[in-house]
């Protein structure tokens, strides 16, 4: 078996989408939208084989995901790749079951994805989630409020924001931020084509926040970008409540990807109480 790692093509995405739907497949990381955005900032490459397909980011290797994954496991293995990445609980169980004995599995807290109750985030019910009401009641308050959709009428108020804010959050500077930056705008300059659904928050009549993602699993929906101008109060949680007011109602649970290790990220998705904790392991083959 020869599988032909490469950047990312918009003809994959269905073979990826159907994957990810009919295994229910919940880490943001594995979507098509994340893998192609990613592809030219972090060296994010993609095989597909038959129905399945394996992500490569760099010299790190994700399990592959699919109808053939045993198959495409066990080459990988005999080639001699012996550590994957992406493995969350079901998976591993699973690498238990077929390959009794030959892993080693090791906890990545870093990558953990944040999964919230859809009404939760909807709704802000609850004392413990008091304080983001109070932000976005003063938001409301506070300012001539408007929400747009995250499209082609939106699109150059974007772009500008999102230079604005890697300005002001000196992105150059950090090589993780210069990153982020690179997929942004390579999601909003394909985001029609990548099926992202996003909002546009305005402010008195100017951008202050935007976020957008994509559909996950059966039931689910992945956060991709969210940034908003930290000055002003009620700005993220008012993006973040009102972004899910428009998801279609089937959706029940949202993602919000990982906090990278970053502490202030890990407070902030916190602060949200997440319903799961969503653990991803690597493994290591046993000799």
Not at 21 to 29: A, K, N, T
Not at 72 to 84: I, K, N, P, Q, V
Not at 200 to 206: C, I
């Amino acid at each position: 078996m020869i599988l032909d790692f490469k950047q990312p093509e918009l003809s994959q995405k269905g073979i990826v989408d159907q994957v990810v739907r009919e295994q229910d497949i919940r880490m943001c990381d594995q979507s098509f939208g994340n893998l192609f955005c990613w592809a030219g900032c972090y060296r994010a490459e993609l095989a597909v084989w038959k129905e399945s397909f394996i992500s490569r980011w760099g010299t790190r290797i994700s399990v592959p995901l699919g109808p053939q994954r045993r198959e495409m496991l066990e080459s990988l293995m005999a080639g001699g790749t012996t550590r994957f990445l992406g493995i969350d609980e079901a998976y591993k169980e699973w690498m238990e079951q077929a390959f009794p004995g030959r892993f080693v599995f090791r906890p990545q807290r870093d990558s953990a994805d944040y999964i919230y109750d859809r009404q939760a985030l909807e709704t802000l019910k609850g004392k413990k989630l008091a304080a983001k009401r109070n932000h976005i009641n003063y938001f409301e308050q506070a300012y001539r409020w408007e929400i747009r959709p995250l499209g082609r009428d939106t699109l150059e108020d974007v772009n500008r924001f999102n230079n604005w804010w890697c300005a002001e959050n000196a992105c150059l500077q950090n090589l993780s931020l210069r990153r982020e930056s690179c997929a942004v705008r390579r999601g909003l300059d394909h985001f029609e084509q990548l099926g992202y659904r996003g909002i546009v928050l305005y402010a008195d009549g100017k951008i202050c926040a935007f976020t957008f993602g994509e559909r996950l699993g059966r039931e689910g929906f992945c956060v991709h970008v969210e940034k908003a101008d930290a000055g002003i109060r009620g700005a993220y949680p008012m993006v973040n409540r009102e972004l899910i007011k428009t998801l279609p109602a089937e959706i029940q649970w949202i993602n919000r990807e990982d906090d990278a290790g970053d502490a202030g990220l890990r407070k902030a998705k916190l602060s949200y109480h997440p319903a799961v904790l969503l653990m991803k392991y690597e493994a290591e083959v046993q000799e």
